[in-house]
């Protein structure tokens, strides 16, 4: 959990904020709020949601660091009833900050703070707008990506941009490990972003939308891995699902989901996608160009396991 001393002041001037996000990856942002002692009066996020086998209604991360402040917390199902702007008008926001909250904002929305509402998003815009850019990223192959701050419009992620700050996506790195960097990079970008605003040195750059790239929402329906494809790309499949919702494959009549993996030099130019080059010490699949080797497996109702247990269980049976 986020707790942070709220009594460090890093700007000059003290904005009323409203902070809307939900998952883990708004959190450091909303910490960096508080840190930088700006007057958070109220966070929007998603309501509760039922999880684990029991179904327990669980609260969002950033409502955990929103209570842990005492701040309050608003849930509504929609932005679209005016009962959400009838809550901002009373909270008067000097500015809003959106960080993957999973709502549009109405235009009456964006229209009410007199500094506009500003995003952050983890992609280098125009590319990879939408829900998964994190893991579109290493899916499509880029060799980097970053975060962009934008003052947001009516758009899904179209608004102009303000602060972008580049990373390099490394070989082997999952989306989950990306994540946790670009979360921590998001919220150095919001604070650059706030600073450069009220010090009025930022310049909004109207994005080129012809450049624009999809970063739709996953589904289990991206997971089956499909040999007939190269290995490089079916290694990006792994790391770009990792760690939802997961690569899957069928090999040796048991059903895995496939958590890491390497390309490798084919042994048998020959041989057919999806066939097993190698299950005795090493699980290398031949793939439509190249091979990939399957370091770690998780078999349908086990735990996640080396490539190398797999196989010597896989002998015994």
Request: some cysteine.
């Amino acid at each position: 959990m986020y707790i942070v001393n709220c009594e460090a002041l890093w700007y000059n001037v003290r904005m009323n904020i409203v902070f809307m996000g939900t998952p883990d990856f708004a959190v450091p942002c909303l910490a960096r709020l508080l840190a930088d002692g700006h007057a958070v009066s109220g966070v929007f996020c998603q309501p509760d949601k039922p999880k684990g086998r029991g179904y327990t209604l669980t609260p969002p991360p950033v409502k955990v660091l929103a209570e842990a402040h005492a701040l309050p917390v608003y849930q509504p199902t929609t932005l679209r009833d005016g009962e959400a702007l009838r809550i901002l008008q009373e909270l008067a926001p000097e500015l809003i900050v959106v960080v993957a909250y999973g709502k549009l904002l109405p235009a009456e929305v964006l229209a009410l703070p007199p500094h506009g509402c500003v995003n952050v998003h983890a992609s280098l815009l125009p590319k990879l707008r939408g829900a998964a850019p994190i893991q579109w990223a290493i899916l499509n192959g880029e060799r980097e990506t970053g975060v962009t701050s934008m003052q947001m419009d009516v758009g899904m992620d179209t608004g102009d941009m303000l602060l972008t700050w580049r990373t390099a996506i490394g070989d082997n790195e999952t989306a989950g490990e990306l994540f946790v960097r670009l979360s921590a990079l998001g919220a150095d970008v919001l604070h650059e972003t706030l600073a450069g605003l009220l010090a009025g040195t930022l310049v909004p750059t109207p994005q080129d939308h012809a450049a624009a790239t999809p970063a739709p929402m996953l589904t289990r329906a991206h997971s089956a891995l499909d040999w007939s494809r190269t290995a490089a790309v079916l290694h990006n499949q792994v790391r770009g699902l990792n760690p939802w919702p997961g690569a899957t494959a069928e090999l040796h009549g048991v059903p895995m989901k496939v958590l890491e993996s390497r390309p490798v030099e084919a042994f048998d130019a020959l041989a057919q996608p999806g066939a097993v080059l190698d299950s005795r010490k090493r699980l290398v699949v031949a793939c439509g160009q190249g091979a990939l080797e399957l370091l770690s497996v998780q078999p349908a109702g086990k735990k996640a396991m080396p490539a190398a247990a797999f196989l010597a269980g896989y002998a015994r049976n």
